[in-house]
């Protein structure tokens, strides 16, 4: 038996539980409330999971031999908020954990059970690694502080209690305000982000506003519009000054009282893809960067006056607004509130972001964020997409991309970190990513070969050598995910526009286009380079791993290995079966285009059977914190996740084969329904 007492600024347990239970209804705008709180939980965490180890008594009455554990805050002690350190005392009877901060002394808490062999690869149950026993716990003398301020994701209301207590658990820190339990996020230490695409319709909505003000609006092909929708629209005129401050009284009363109030951090999105106003005075002000910082400025001056609590406003670096402004912004512009979010979305994931050999995608990208780095006044927050909301939650494992490309970013003046779109249940293969994104994104310098060999050995044990090559396998399998199941922006100089080539686009959406494939990157049957794999290779690459996999799963295994091995596998089969999804429907464009009419219906049956296995499957997609419009409408179940399921009912329809979308709406099993026509 090992009995641990926990010593903290609580000098009762029972102070300890009401604060968790009651969090509800702390204030955590208090700073003292919300200090008493995170430091009630973190007291909480280490005595509950210590607690789940055989032989382990925490807080009991205290026997001879109990290893003290000393919990403070001491921001005096020369540590930073989110900073903490471990020493080791008395031969080992003695830890104390110092934070700087009430989180920090939660980082520390949870820095100090990763170190005597606690694990949390991913919410789901069963999917925890505990140490067997803890009667000789190891010595600790560190120090720790993050690499990156705030870490997490960009996310929705689908989060639950278990997904938030892991990424708490994993040190992450940034998550939406939209969330389902921001009392808990307080809880946790949490920054909460919101804003979106909508926000400029949200807040200078045309139906309120066009009859009187249409100059508000966007001056398009001669006339004021007022085409905001949802997430995609034409933006208002920025330069104008009135609509400007409209919009930014409007956003400080939604902070103050309203949808924004549980906001730290704004979200001010343009429209995604959308147009930008026409007029002469927008364009005399600069280009779209400029033209939103214009009114980025205005908000800012009203925040200051206006909303008690400090905000920061997340503009961003994407698409139409990728390039530094080309005209001088304010002297008094208050770089302090604003944080320029770069989303490197048109990038390729075969390559790292700073890589020489990828002149045809990353090197244009990578140049846009450099020039940002140049200035040092911007705070710079990077936008990742390891499950952008195409991928669908297919397994393509980032380890190698963001080993490399997390410390490129934080060398060169990044401070903040997060990615779209985490699923928050049915990780299975996805943990990995997870995992290097939670190792890196604290600590850039921490050891790849190391953090492999960990995940590998604590997470399947025995069979932690072959999963291994399997992981790897599929890493150069999926290695050209985003050119396959989303899109890239290829250049064919640094100073061209950057062209936005999609396999979802009209080439695959509509029969009779050839150009199926329009970069050097990525083709049907020739490797780009020893890294980027055609969709040929990439099929045999997956075959390879299906046979591993099987092997793999055919050995026996102890209970806790065998549920991670049957949640991978099924993430394994929904991916392989979706990349053969669009590799036969390319091959049927391809047939058609080439007018072979029963050769493409030959394609069309075998789509079928995958399309109606993938609709099956729902948990793979379902579970993804993505945009509300997308997950209603792409992410649904296996065959909504293709992105092709329109397309799909309509091929069906065509070569006369019937499918629940097809009118009478079951699936029949004899090869063909209805003649060729």
Not at 297 to 325: F, G, W
Not at 563 to 592: C, G, H, N, P, S
Request: aromatic share 12%; net charge negative.
């Amino acid at each position: 038996m090992k009995s641990f007492i926990i010593r903290s600024r609580f000098a009762e347990p029972e102070t300890v539980r009401q604060l968790v239970a009651g969090y509800r209804s702390v204030d955590f705008r208090d700073p003292e409330q919300r200090e008493a709180a995170v430091t009630a939980w973190a007291v909480s965490e280490l005595a509950g999971e210590l607690a789940k180890v055989p032989g382990v008594t925490v807080n009991a009455a205290a026997p001879e031999g109990a290893t003290l554990l000393v919990l403070e805050v001491q921001p005096e002690a020369g540590l930073q908020e989110q900073e903490y350190r471990i020493t080791t005392e008395d031969a080992g009877s003695h830890f104390r954990i110092v934070g700087g901060n009430a989180a920090g002394l939660l980082y520390g808490v949870y820095e100090l059970l990763y170190r005597w062999g606690f694990r949390y690869f991913s919410p789901d149950s069963g999917d925890a690694e505990y140490p067997a026993a803890l009667d000789e716990p190891p010595a600790i003398s560190c120090v720790g502080k993050p690499a990156f301020q705030l870490r997490g994701f960009i996310g929705n209301r689908r989060d639950t209690p278990e997904f938030l207590i892991w990424m708490a658990r994993n040190k992450f820190n940034f998550w939406t305000a939209e969330a389902r339990d921001v009392a808990r996020c307080r809880l946790l230490g949490m920054t909460l982000l919101g804003g979106s695409h909508r926000l400029f319709e949200a807040l200078l909505p045309p139906e309120t506003y066009f009859a009187r003000h249409p100059e508000y609006y966007a001056l398009i092909d001669g006339k004021r519009s007022d085409a905001l929708h949802g997430v995609i629209g034409d933006n208002i005129c920025m330069s104008n000054s009135e609509a400007a401050q409209t919009f930014a009284d409007n956003l400080a009363e939604a902070l103050d009282h309203g949808e924004l109030r549980d906001c730290d951090w704004v979200n001010v999105w343009p429209f995604d893809n959308g147009r930008y106003c026409q007029c002469e005075q927008c364009r005399r002000l600069g280009n779209p960067m400029r033209q939103l910082l214009q009114v980025i400025d205005r908000c800012t001056r009203t925040i200051r006056q206006k909303v008690a609590r400090p905000v920061k406003l997340v503009v961003p670096a994407y698409h139409e607004t990728l390039a530094v402004p080309d005209t001088p912004l304010p002297k008094d512009f208050d770089y302090e509130r604003v944080v320029i979010s770069f989303f490197p979305i048109e990038r390729c994931y075969a390559h790292d972001i700073d890589a020489p050999e990828c002149a045809e995608i990353n090197r244009t990208l990578h140049e846009f964020y450099l020039r940002w780095t140049r200035e040092p006044r911007w705070q710079l927050l990077m936008g990742e997409y390891y499950n952008v909301s195409a991928f669908a939650g297919i397994a393509a494992p980032f380890g190698e991309r963001i080993a490399h490309d997390l410390p490129v970013y934080r060398k060169t003046g990044t401070r903040y970190i997060h990615y779209m779109h985490v699923p928050v249940h049915h990780f299975g293969l996805l943990a990995l990513t997870n995992y290097f994104f939670a190792a890196y994104s604290f600590d850039i310098h921490t050891g790849k070969a190391a953090l492999y060999r960990d995940f590998f050995t604590r997470r399947y044990h025995d069979a932690a050598v072959p999963m291994q090559e399997f992981y790897d396998i599929l890493r150069q399998a999926m290695a050209n995910v985003k050119p396959l199941k989303h899109y890239v922006g290829a250049t064919v100089k640094p100073d061209a526009p950057i062209q936005i080539h999609a396999l979802y686009h009209r080439n695959l959406n509509e029969p009779g286009h050839p150009d199926i494939f329009r970069t050097r990157h990525f083709t049907y049957s020739d490797d780009y380079d020893e890294n980027t794999p055609s969709l040929l290779t990439t099929l045999e690459l997956l075959n390879n791993a299906d046979t591993l996999l099987d092997a793999i799963l055919l050995a026996p295994h102890e209970p806790a290995v065998a549920m991670r091995l049957e949640l991978d596998a099924r993430r394994f089969r929904y991916t392989k079966r979706l990349v053969r999804f669009l590799y036969t429907l390319i091959r049927l464009r391809r047939f058609e285009a080439m007018n072979q009419p029963e050769l493409a219906r030959l394609e069309a049956l075998e789509l079928r059977n995958l399309g109606e296995a993938l609709r099956g499957e729902r948990d793979m997609s379902s579970g993804i914190a993505g945009d509300k419009d997308v997950l209603k409408s792409y992410l649904e179940n296996g065959l909504t996740a293709t992105w092709f399921g329109k397309t799909y009912a309509a091929i069906m329809e065509t070569y006369g084969l019937d499918t629940p979308d097809t009118p009478g709406g079951i699936r029949r099993d004899r090869e063909t329904d209805r003649p060729l026509a």
